[in-house]
């Protein structure tokens, strides 16, 4: 995977994979305005994030809208099926994508990138406690291709964010960051390599 960089905060991530490449964009927003003219898998991958991204943020939405009910209110019975609908198709947006292109490294990156979601008729600390048990179900470590891709270390880093709260005192959120990051070192450790890659990024990543 390449990078791009337009300015400190506009840039392109885009896969390179023995095919020519040809894109258009505007640096005003490279990401939104964003047209793969040429490559199969560049048009594959960014066409699936977009949809992923766009899902992501209505299922989010949705969670808090039904925090707001009561779980037999009438209201929240639409939330959860609309959740579930949106869910669904999503999944199998993603499952095709990666069925169809299996060996394609756009597959490899949207199964990582693809995040669990938890069961919106759960509590709050019921949804917590799945996604975070769930967080590197489609994450294979051993895989040394996605090393260099931002795949691994955004998983890491969204998985670290799963143990942040606003309650928690200093010494609190400390060892529940101890907890994440043992995690992830019981997880890197199915190969010397990855656990290698991981303990760098743990001590340089967030310099």
């Known amino acids: 995977m390449y990078k791009i960089v337009f300015n ?19 640096v005003h927003d490279v990401q939104a305005s964003l047209k793969v003219v040429k490559s199969e898998e560049n048009q594959l991958y960014f066409s699936t994030l ?3 991204k766009e899902v992501k943020e ?9 925090d707001l009910y009561t ?3 009438v209201f929240s ?16 947006r993603i499952n095709t994508a990666i069925k169809n292109n299996p060996k394609s ?14 069961d919106c008729d ?28 931002n795949a691994f270390t955004t998983k890491i880093i969204g998985y670290l964010q799963q143990f942040t709260s606003k309650y ?17 070192m019981m997880k890197a450790k199915v190969s010397t390599k990855a656990y290698n890659f991981v303990v760098d990024f743990m001590i340089n990543g967030f310099e």
């Not at 209505?58 to 039904?66: A, S, T």
């Not at 019921?126 to 996605?146: E, I, M, P, Q, Y």
């Not at 200093?170 to 995690?183: L, N, V």
Request: a negative charge; zero cysteines.
């Open 168 to 184: 928690y005192s200093q010494e609190q959120q400390m060892q529940m960051f101890k907890y994440g990051i043992d995690t992830i």
């Open 58 to 66: 209505k299922l989010n939405m949705l969670l808090q809208l039904k």
């Open 105 to 118: 490294y756009a597959a490899k990156l949207l199964k990582v990138k693809a995040e669990q979601f938890p």
């Open 8 to 26: 400190d905060d506009q840039y392109l991530d885009f896969v390179f994979n023995h095919e020519n490449i040809e894109f258009e964009t505007s």
């Open 77 to 92: 019975k639409q939330i959860s099926d609309e959740y579930h609908t949106k869910l669904n198709a999503l999944n199998e």
């Open 71 to 73: 779980a037999d209110d």
């Open 50 to 52: 977009l949809y992923y």
């Open 122 to 149: 759960a509590n709050a600390f019921t949804r917590t406690n799945s996604v975070r048990s769930r967080w590197f179900d489609n994450v294979d470590f051993s895989d040394t291709s996605l090393f260099y891709s």
